[in-house]
């Protein structure tokens, strides 16, 4: 989840001088003895100045740590330490990308991502954000700050690998740049800026007559014509000046997991239906599979506070875990809090003028420079209208990327979202992990603004549900697709009453559950969302709440199942009684080297059980079918794989609900069944038998002519890769080579992999594009407060973002196995899972 939320960038920073390594590429002993010293210990003794007491932090079997103080303001101190020496690569690299700065490390490649991040202004809303806290939350973060620069100060010359390579200095850190890591993590979970772009795109190619078809927005829902109405007549095709260019821009965001991730998984089961008579919480929260996570697990007890769960570092706080009394954890609401205006823009004077409501007003300017790595600086002007920052003044095809744009006639771009609003969010969250019951929660959450969420939360004996975020009114439109800026019918008319947002308790079904699907009904008394993802999560989520008693070891299971409720939804539509007869009949026709096949795979996928299993022979071809589907489907009018609106068809389906998934479900009467490339004109049932049979092709080719070799898991496969490996691709030949030296040393994989979007053990990729997972359950914590120690969780990847750490990747196997760590809060326990070792911080004299 936070989504969406958020891959970090760790070792991004890596490629840009990293020849020096080659030589020990292969020899992980070496490149660990080399930078074994950036490391901090487990135990001894260390003096830290900032410190008011001593303070011990001991580590369990995966590192992770307890922080045990005698003051809340010692362990604020100690947990800014400990991040600082897990993951001081991703904290550096998540800064440098919410200022827009990432070119002053990496070079060139990133400044296509600066520009778009200063146009969106972080900055500004992080300040925000901080002004509005209170004393008491700015002095949390001033005392993690200094626990942070302690770290900062004593390895400044032993830093991680990445950051030692690229010859990048860290800035010390500041209590406001926690601020600023929150609101680029705010920032990712919006999803519709990039279905916005994608929709602009698609209607670049099919018109915006037929975009409806490719947006839609629920299995129950009609099309959004009406939305579509809005972009009727309007000159699109090459008219939107650097338009790929953002959705470049955006996608390379997005790629770095700061951008549009629809995620996570939460329920809560109430105590009737719960076997040891207490309440019970699960939350495993989605983030793009990378190395390392996101998340990182700590537990703090001091006399005041004692809570354990995943952190973020560079925030000082657990965002989702325990506290002794309450449970919570927290999911995607989908919730729609940007929106893309088109604006007509002309240059008077060199100025650039747009129109609103039948005036020429002056965009408002403010400059902006980049420092690059390698090159000189570059100063350029963002332009902003009513709505805010344009885009493509600052994004565009140039000639050199360190050309500034020079914005013409034509359309902007604005982007307008409610991140600068002033409200108490960071005190809510502080708040929420301090309540002492559901009661105590929902007060808290409910000041919750700068966040869309799904909170569950729950305490021994009650569960609860609570919508959080900021909502605009919109006085015309959804604002799913593009607005015409110059027409205020468009604009927003302040925000939803948060009276309004939607919450439950202790329902007479006995659970709750969230998996970022429609969670209110059509003619909600106001508007979450258009883009909600696909329901089958939460309906196996209902499924298995619904049925019998619950305990720790149910809600495991669950947090594993690979069953796909999508599967029988299709088995459904293909024995319907308006499409089998067609179907047979269209299979019949197929030559006879194809009928055999398509036959082959109807009746196979027609007693599939649905178990998406990394062994099944069956899932092979159910995947198999799926893509080849969507790509007989659509492919012909998008311009084939290879085009960018086939992207932008594959990255909507990564977002939200798809037209690859409502084309299969219905839409018998959509124009894309129709094939452009034959003479006639086919239908549904034809395009299917064409894919059954193709599907089977594609399994021979990738997976051998003997069906009982086939299995899903050598498609479809899980790899960790560091930012390193994926910003490769944009940086020189040399330093592509350099990277690829040692890319066993960065990541891990390929293993295979079971499950897709649809399950609950999630395992998403790219529909359309290919079958490597991009989307997993980046950490699960399962809470039962009928056991002595209600607590487990267990994490992605490795405690350490340090490649020479033991800690670096030993979370894999842990986390592909289900073996959860336990979290103790009874003092008898500690030691058990905590050890002996520890280190000790002492104040320096």
Request: glycine share 8%; proline share 6%; charged share 20%.
């Amino acid at each position: 989840m936070l989504a969406r939320l958020f891959r970090p960038l760790t070792n991004l920073m890596l490629g840009a001088s990293i020849t020096t390594l080659v030589g020990l590429a292969g020899c992980q002993s070496l490149l660990n003895s080399q930078y074994s010293a950036s490391l901090a210990p487990t135990q001894g003794t260390v003096q830290l100045k900032g410190l008011s007491q001593t303070v011990s932090i001991r580590r369990n079997a995966l590192g992770m740590p307890l922080i045990e103080s005698n003051s809340f303001h010692d362990a604020l101190f100690s947990l800014g330490y400990v991040h600082a020496s897990d993951r001081l690569s991703q904290m550096v690299g998540m800064r440098l990308m919410a200022e827009g700065r990432l070119a002053e490390m990496v070079g060139p490649g990133a400044l296509e991502i600066d520009r778009f991040m200063r146009a969106v202004n972080l900055k500004q809303s992080s300040a925000v954000l901080y002004q509005n806290a209170s004393p008491r939350i700015k002095r949390f973060f001033e005392v993690y700050a200094r626990g942070v620069n302690a770290y900062l100060f004593e390895y400044r010359d032993k830093l991680p690998m990445d950051i030692s390579e690229s010859g990048y200095r860290p800035a010390y850190w500041k209590a406001e740049d926690s601020a600023l890591i929150f609101s680029l993590l705010n920032f990712g979970l919006a999803v519709n800026l990039q279905e916005e772009l994608a929709a602009l795109m698609l209607a670049q190619k099919v018109g915006a007559d037929k975009l409806a078809w490719l947006t839609p927005t629920y299995p129950d829902e009609p099309l959004p014509f009406d939305e579509a109405e809005k972009l009727q007549g309007l000159a699109l095709s090459g008219q939107i000046a650097g338009l790929s260019a953002i959705n470049s821009a955006a996608g390379q965001v997005a790629s770095l997991d700061m951008l549009g991730v629809a995620a996570s998984n939460n329920w809560a089961i109430a105590p009737e239906r719960a076997r040891g008579g207490k309440s019970l919480l699960a939350n495993d929260t989605h983030l793009p599979l990378s190395m390392p996570s996101v998340w990182n697990f700590v537990q703090i007890r001091t006399p005041k506070f004692n809570a354990a769960g995943v952190s973020i570092a560079g925030v000082p706080a657990i965002v989702a875990g325990f506290n002794g009394k309450l449970a919570w954890g927290m999911t995607m609401v989908m919730g729609d809090n940007q929106d893309l205006f088109l604006e007509k823009i002309k240059l008077q004077n060199k100025q650039p003028y747009y129109l609103a409501d039948g005036k020429w007003l002056p965009a408002r300017a403010r400059s902006e420079t980049f420092f690059i790595k390698g090159a000189s600086p570059v100063r350029e002007t963002i332009y902003e209208t009513r709505h805010g920052p344009l885009l493509n003044s600052v994004l565009g095809e140039r000639k050199h990327p360190l050309q500034p744009l020079q914005l013409s006639s034509g359309y902007g771009l604005a982007l307008q979202t409610t991140q600068f609003e002033a409200d108490k969010t960071l005190d809510a969250f502080f708040n929420l992990s301090r309540a002492q019951n559901i009661d105590q929660a929902f007060s808290a959450t409910r000041d919750i603004r700068a966040m869309p969420l799904n909170i569950l939360f729950a305490d021994a004996q009650h569960i609860g549900w609570q919508v959080t975020g900021r909502f605009p009114n919109r006085r015309a439109g959804r604002g799913l697709l593009p607005s015409p800026g110059w027409d205020g019918r468009y604009d927003w008319d302040g925000f939803a009453d948060p009276m309004l947002h939607p919450y439950d308790q202790d329902p007479p079904q006995g659970w709750l559950g969230t998996a970022n699907q429609r969670s209110v009904p059509q003619g909600y008394g106001m508007q979450l969302s258009n883009s909600w993802y696909y329901p089958e999560r939460a309906e196996r989520i209902a499924q298995l709440a619904g049925t019998g008693k619950h305990d720790q070891k149910s809600m495991i299971a669950m947090q594993y199942d690979q069953t796909s409720p999508f599967v029988a939804k299709l088995q459904t539509m293909l024995a319907a009684p308006g499409m089998q007869q067609p179907l047979q009949q269209a299979i019949a026709a197929l030559p006879a080297s194809e009928r055999s096949k398509a036959e082959e795979a109807y009746k196979r996928l027609s007693r599939f059980d649905g178990k998406l299993s990394a062994t099944s022979g069956d899932a092979a071809l159910y995947g198999a079918f799926l893509s080849e589907s969507a790509r007989l489907t659509f492919a012909d009018e998008l311009g084939g794989v290879d085009s960018a609106s086939w992207q932008a068809l594959v990255d909507t389906a990564d977002l939200s609900y798809s037209a690859q998934a409502d084309h299969l479900l219905g839409r018998d009467d959509s124009p894309f069944w129709d094939d452009l490339g034959s003479p006639g004109k086919e239908d549904k049932p034809a395009i299917l038998a064409r894919s059954l049979a193709a599907a089977v092709t594609f399994c021979e080719s990738r997976l051998g002519s003997d069906r009982h070799a086939w299995q899903w898991g050598k498609l479809h496969s899980y790899t960790w890769t560091t930012e390193t490996t994926q910003m490769a691709k944009y940086m020189s030949t040399s330093q592509q080579a350099a990277i690829g030296a040692i890319k066993g040393y960065l990541d891990r994989g390929p293993y295979p992999a079971g499950g897709d979007h649809s399950t609950l053990n999630v395992s998403a990729y790219h529909w359309g594009q290919d079958f490597d997972t991009w989307l997993i359950p980046a950490m699960r914590i399962v809470v039962d407060f009928s056991r002595e120690e209600p607590l487990i969780g267990v994490n992605s990847s490795g405690q350490s973002g340090n490649p020479a750490s033991p800690h670096y990747a030993d979370g894999i196997e842990a986390w592909q196995q289900g073996r959860y760590m336990s979290f103790p809060f009874q003092t008898k326990n500690l030691e058990q899972v905590y050890g002996k070792q520890r280190l000790t911080l002492i104040p320096s004299r």
